[in-house]
């Protein structure tokens, strides 16, 4: 099968994983782009591509199939409609944008373009994700009841000071950066029903002030001391569906837990099993009733030869785009996906900021 051509616009912590999974997957990065030329010059010589001048001349290369962006995510809206303008297909990171009005305006873009549009929603790819998806679809699981979806750091605060940490440019803090990963897994796992209310606490404690935050490794770091720090770095959400699901969703970047005491992954609470895993796991733990005693079991979930449940995702996530690009496949997250979860993030944030629930609009 001829490779896919690839262009990359955005080539920093993110778009390296990119670049690793797509080159495993079918892909060949033809060219990238970058606003600091020698991060898309180093990103090129690693996989022997040529880096674009500009987002302009990476769209006219007449082998680019298909473009991954990868930037801050208020780039986000205008690169993606660049890529969707140029008819190309699209792998768009997450968070889809900044606001919901960006998002209606991508989609917009997407319904005008002969490309198709992924949303870089990378979890629901991981084998323990898949795994768990057949257990819900063989009915083994049962109705839902709740769902618990935690992703929790002690100190891991992405770029410290940098656009992460600037409501401007990322549109908030662990809720969208990290809760978007796991409302999208639950709401997938759970076939989508519609969320109709949703109650948030946020907290912001330990971002600032930035010269006193210690992390032995900080992914975008270091930090930097002259920044802006003006979102989140912990949030607690409960999101009530129609149907009567309500999925808690707990993130944070940075937290005091002590160790092992929250585990993080989803745990699903079905009237036939409950079902809990770690996202990039190799193991599905479920516990069901079996003439009256419960039963408590381990499954592993397919991994290949040495591979990590991370690079299984990433690499699965680039085969199901490919599948989109020659035209098989239908993409794994939707742009109405991204537009709907950025719904939900929008309520959370008015939520916590009038202190009361509120209604998903
Ligand atoms: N799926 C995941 O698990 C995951 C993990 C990390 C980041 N992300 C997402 O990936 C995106 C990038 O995150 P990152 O961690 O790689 O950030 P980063 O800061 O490491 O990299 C962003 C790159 O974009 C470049 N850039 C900034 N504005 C640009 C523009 N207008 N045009 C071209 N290049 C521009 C920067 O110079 C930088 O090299 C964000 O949307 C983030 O939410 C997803």
């Not at 990590?308 to 699965?316: F, K, N």
């Amino acid at each position: 099968m001829t490779a896919i051509g690839l262009g990359i616009v955005g080539c920093g912590g993110i778009a390296n994983v990119h670049a690793d999974a797509a080159m495993r997957s079918g892909f060949q990065l033809v060219t990238c782009w970058d606003s600091q030329a020698e991060r898309a010059h180093a990103l090129a010589s690693k996989h022997g591509a040529a880096a674009s001048s500009s987002l302009e001349s990476l769209l006219r290369h007449p082998r680019v199939d298909a473009v991954t962006v990868a930037v801050p995510t208020d780039a986000h809206a205008h690169c993606a409609e660049a890529v969707l303008a140029s008819n190309r297909h699209l792998l768009l990171e997450k968070p889809m944008a900044l606001t919901v009005a960006e998002c209606d305006s991508i989609c917009a873009a997407a319904g005008r373009s002969k490309g198709r549009l992924q949303m870089g929603l990378v979890c629901r790819s991981s084998p323990a994700a898949q795994h768990v998806m057949g257990l819900v679809r063989s009915g083994s699981v049962g109705p839902i009841d709740f769902i618990q979806a935690r992703g929790t750091r002690r100190r891991g605060i992405p770029g410290l000071g940098g656009w992460f940490t600037t409501r401007s440019r990322s549109g908030g803090g662990c809720m969208i950066d990290v809760g978007v990963h796991l409302i999208d897994l639950a709401l997938h796992l759970a076939g989508w029903p519609r969320v109709l209310r949703v109650s948030a606490c946020t907290a912001s404690r330990f971002g600032s002030p930035i010269e006193a935050y210690r992390s032995p490794e900080m992914w975008g770091g270091p930090p930097k001391v002259d920044g802006t720090f003006d979102v989140e770095d912990s949030a607690i959400a409960l999101l009530r569906c129609d149907g009567g699901l309500s999925i808690e969703v707990d993130v944070a970047w940075a937290a005091n837990i002590p160790s092992g005491a929250a585990r993080d992954g989803l745990l699903l609470r079905g009237a036939k099993a409950g079902v809990h895993f770690e996202i990039f796991g190799a193991e599905v733990r479920t516990v069901a009733d079996r003439d009256g005693e419960l039963l408590d079991e381990r499954s592993p979930v397919l991994l290949g030869q040495s591979m990590s449940g991370w690079d299984a995702a990433w690499d699965a996530q680039y085969r199901r785009f490919g599948d989109v690009v020659r035209g098989v496949s239908e993409p794994a997250a939707t742009a109405a996906d991204g537009l709907e979860l950025q719904r939900i993030i929008a309520a959370i944030y008015e939520s916590a900021a009038l202190g009361r629930e509120t209604e998903v609009r």
